[in-house]
């Protein structure tokens, strides 16, 4: 059991890794070839970014969410980007979502693109008010040219910046993380033990919410197709979370990775009130 667990998780891990390496290396790249024209575009209003951070975030799996952990990684789009997208991405259960559901899911994608954009204005509202320290962009020194030499980018950005600093500290998360995920979900039967009181079931789809996998959360996906679980539970669970999304701000930056945390969960748990009360 253990050495599947082990190759699984390593696979699994491994491939997530090439896509964030693959979307690290188009936004280093992108933010030196291009810095001011993305900057001007992407980040001129911050309107601008919780609307397009929302948008991606609802389009189904969790490489959306990376580009945008990357942007913000970069200093290129705020915390309140960032919150919105998380709040707007259901990872990789969107696929199993369109699958048994399809109606249902598009009313979702929906509905969290909306409080995706809301939750994006509320978190860098209470952000300011705070005044709370976030990420602070990555340091490496971007060089002003016009032409930039493939082989200098391909040297100290991809190898030295990229490979050697990100990728080991992001390898070293992922992996251990979801294998402590995947070793305790073979000894719990999550459905088994779920409350039958609605109120306690939406504080748990928060709760479950906070792992950073893709798996956990299937079961409230399930539960619903039954008819176990109202849609405010099955909502409550998508917003809170992000699928892989959030993983690579994790081996970056473990205190953003709890803010934006906090502030999601706590919204879900907010929007969750709000049906339970008015019968949904």
């Given at each position: 059991?253990i050495p599947e667990i082990l190759s699984?998780?390593?696979?699994?891990?491994?491939?997530?890794?090439?896509?964030?390496?693959?979307?690290?290396?188009?936004?280093?790249?992108?933010?030196?070839?291009?810095?001011?024209?993305?900057?001007e575009k992407i980040t001129k209003k911050?309107?601008?970014?919780?609307?397009?951070?929302?948008?991606?975030?609802?389009?189904?799996?969790?490489?959306?969410?990376?580009?945008?952990?990357?942007?913000?990684?970069?200093?290129?789009?705020?915390?309140?980007?960032?919150?919105?997208?998380?709040?707007?991405?259901?990872?990789?259960?969107?696929?199993?979502?369109?699958?048994?559901?399809?109606g249902t899911a598009l009313s979702i994608?929906?509905?969290?693109?909306?409080?995706?954009?809301?939750?994006?204005?509320?978190?860098?509202?209470?952000?300011?008010?705070?005044?709370?320290?976030?990420?602070?962009?990555?340091?490496?020194?971007?060089?002003?040219?016009?032409?930039?030499?493939?082989?200098?980018?391909?040297?100290?950005?991809?190898?030295?910046?990229?490979?050697?600093?990100?990728?080991?500290?992001?390898?070293?998360?992922?992996?251990?993380?979801?294998?402590?995920?995947?070793?305790?979900?073979?000894?719990?039967?999550?459905?088994?033990?779920?409350?039958?009181?609605?109120?306690?079931?939406?504080?748990?789809?928060?709760?479950?919410?906070?792992?950073?996998?893709?798996?956990?959360?299937?079961?409230?996906?399930?539960?619903?197709?039954?008819?176990?679980?109202?849609?405010?539970?099955?909502?409550?669970?998508?917003?809170?979370?992000?699928?892989?999304?959030?993983?690579?701000?994790?081996?970056?930056?473990?205190?953003?990775?709890?803010?934006?945390?906090?502030?999601?969960?706590?919204?879900?748990?907010?929007?969750?009130?709000?049906?339970?009360?008015?019968?949904?």
């Amino acid at each position: 059991m253990i050495p599947e667990i082990l190759s699984g998780t390593l696979i699994e891990t491994l491939k997530i890794l090439l896509i964030v390496l693959a979307l690290m290396v188009l936004i280093e790249y992108l933010e030196l070839r291009f810095k001011d024209k993305i900057r001007e575009k992407i980040t001129k209003k911050p309107s601008n970014q919780y609307i397009i951070s929302s948008f991606l975030g609802a389009v189904p799996g969790c490489v959306d969410a990376f580009f945008i952990v990357s942007l913000y990684v970069h200093g290129m789009v705020g915390f309140g980007a960032l919150a919105a997208v998380m709040i707007a991405t259901a990872g990789d259960e969107a696929f199993v979502m369109l699958a048994m559901m399809p109606g249902t899911a598009l009313s979702i994608f929906a509905i969290c693109l909306v409080l995706g954009i809301i939750a994006g204005f509320l978190a860098d509202g209470i952000a300011r008010k705070v005044k709370l320290k976030t990420c602070q962009p990555c340091e490496i020194e971007i060089h002003e040219v016009e032409r930039l030499d493939l082989k200098h980018f391909f040297r100290e950005h991809v190898y030295d910046h990229i490979v050697k600093i990100h990728m080991p500290r992001l390898f070293l998360w992922l992996f251990f993380t979801m294998l402590a995920i995947n070793i305790l979900m073979t000894k719990f039967d999550l459905g088994g033990i779920l409350p039958q009181n609605k109120l306690l079931l939406i504080l748990l789809a928060a709760l479950v919410g906070i792992i950073p996998e893709s798996g956990p959360h299937l079961i409230f996906l399930l539960l619903f197709v039954e008819g176990l679980i109202p849609f405010s539970v099955l909502l409550v669970n998508s917003i809170v979370q992000d699928g892989h999304g959030l993983l690579p701000l994790l081996s970056y930056s473990v205190r953003d990775t709890f803010y934006v945390k906090i502030f999601n969960v706590a919204f879900g748990l907010v929007i969750g009130l709000i049906l339970f009360f008015i019968g949904v």
